[in-house]
């Protein structure tokens, strides 16, 4: 069983840099894949970015550039760093670990945290 719990989420500035970390329990963090997706109200979840066990990292269009996500396997956390915040970065901001190679779907993951609001002034 895996537990996610993200922090680092608040309110900021249009074009604002804000970092969001995601601590994870579990034996087999090392291994998985992990991902962060956002919801914005009224609109479905959607992938902002993942990274392999190996470090390779994959990003959505709307976050290449600008966010970067990176994963530290001894302190069980992954995080994203994003700069250049948009009005439509808005969101609740989840993470998620799973065990499929470059999932961008809400489907390739199995386990989930609770959130973390993401509020962008323009």
């Known amino acids: 069983q895996v537990q996610l719990v993200e922090s680092g989420g608040g309110l900021v500035q249009a074009g604002d840099s804000l970092t969001l970390s995601c601590a994870a329990s579990?034996?087999?963090?090392?291994?998985?894949?992990l991902g962060w997706f956002r919801q914005a109200p009224g609109k479905e979840r959607e992938f902002v970015a993942g990274?392999?066990?190996?470090?390779?990292?994959f990003y959505a269009d709307s976050a290449e550039g600008r966010f970067i996500i990176s994963r530290d396997n001894v302190k069980n956390t992954v995080y994203l760093q994003m700069d250049s915040l948009k009005p439509e970065d808005a969101a609740v901001y989840f993470c998620?670990?799973?065990?499929?190679?470059?999932?961008?779907?809400?489907?390739?993951?199995?386990?989930w945290g609770q959130g973390t609001q993401v509020s962008v002034s323009s």
């Open positions: 998620a670990a799973g065990w499929t190679s470059l999932g961008r779907m809400s489907a390739d993951y199995d386990y």
């Open positions: 990274i392999s066990w190996r470090e390779h990292a």
């Open positions: 579990g034996r087999h963090f090392g291994r998985q894949v």
